[in-house]
């Protein structure tokens, strides 16, 4: 039976067992979760059972497990290893959905008319992670699994993978491969396929600014007291200048300059700005000057506000002035740029900032680096001509703004470059209330990574 009637036959089935997965709330970020977390791993655990996939394993770890497998045919195929993660993201604000986040259901859009699934982790990273599965049992049962394949799947990607690293670098023999593959990213739109050849960085950070030793009656003291909640904000609006490029000292010393012919290539990217405004409902884009759209969220670094807060927020009124202000704030980082250089260079400013008679701390959240991957690899070919068999059409190659900590310490500690497949769209609100992936998207997801097995192993 040929790879498209295998899917065709068994699509049901598919979306039946990736709604069982999905309808686990395994939200790594929330301890509540954990037995939730440990139920997604052991659903897993036996999926890759039910596979006839080998040393099929919980492995337990300072946080959430990491589930493993692996078949291994013959120590002469090159081996794939893959990688996913079955946490999610919390689904605040709950009332912003149109459905419950943990029941996953199919409706039609003006994007998926055939239909996408909305639920929590439909896209990010459940439903891209479990095509990996379904492709390996696509392949049983059809041309056959013609490479070694090894799974890796964590529970806490979307709490920095505090743990993975550590259970990389103590289990280089079995992760042992030639290269990784993972679906984690998107494509350009539904019907123009594009493979992810750059992630950015991150470097993330709390501030916590202290003026008064407690909150004061804002009218005793107004006026005589500096208010730490003012003088944060102040301190946040000077980290821009007027061409909103970032004014730490240091902070572009390492960034990569692209050439104009780079940039050029580069523009040919399909791209509607129109579209993109209308996504997410804004009149005017924003961004470092002389900087496209398009590069401003891939090839430059940029620094964000994530959340503010202090005082009081609660309904009415109470008329004081903090004695503290908060601040999370992140920065994307790109090619050269070091996320422990960045946060130290940020922590100096901020402190060389901050006003006499008030203290600061600054905490340090996960980071992570930023990843180049090459075009003309064998992996990255055989990854074009999947996407060219399923699509019709080549896929770009395109640098990502978001970022995967990990994949650049997967390289740094197993030496071995990673195919980032995705096929998400920047519709799918991941992270957002109302998250979703296209049925087609996760059926054509199927095909094209079980193609790339067989255009990398050259049995194609």
Partial sequence: MEIKSYIEN???KFLDELFELIRIPSISAIKDYDKELRKAAT???????DLGLENCEICETEGYPIVYAEKIKDENLPTVLVYGHYDVQPVDPIDLWDSKPFEPIIKKTKIHPEGAIFAR???DDKGQMFMHLKAIEVLKNTTGIPCNIKFMIEGEEEVGSDNLEEFVRNNKEKLDCDIILVSDTGMIDKNTPSITTGLRGLSYLEVELTGPNRDLHSGLYGGSVANPINSLAKMISSLHDENNKVTIPGFYDKVINYSDEQRKEDDLIPFS?????????????HGEESYST?????????????????GYTDEGSKTVIPSKAFAKISMRLVSNQNSKEISQLFIDHMKNITPAGMKIKI???????PYITSTNSH???AASQAYES???KKPFAVKDGGSIPIIAQFEKILGVKTILMGFGLDSDAIHSPNEHFGVSNFYNGIETISNFYNFYSNKI
Wanted: proline content about 2%; some cysteine.
């Fill in 10 to 12: 068994n699509k049901k």
């Fill in 43 to 49: 659903f897993l655990k036996n999926q890759f059972d």
């Fill in 121 to 123: 982790g439909s896209c």
């Fill in 273 to 285: 700005i129109n579209e993109f405004k209308n996504s997410i409902d804004i009149d005017e884009v």
């Fill in 294 to 310: 398009q590069e401003r969220r891939s090839i430059r670094p940029c620094l964000d506000v994530n959340g503010i807060w202090g």
């Fill in 363 to 369: 905490n340090e959240h996960h980071g992570g680096e």
């Fill in 379 to 381: 992996a990255y070919l």
């Fill in 390 to 392: 399923v699509f019709n």
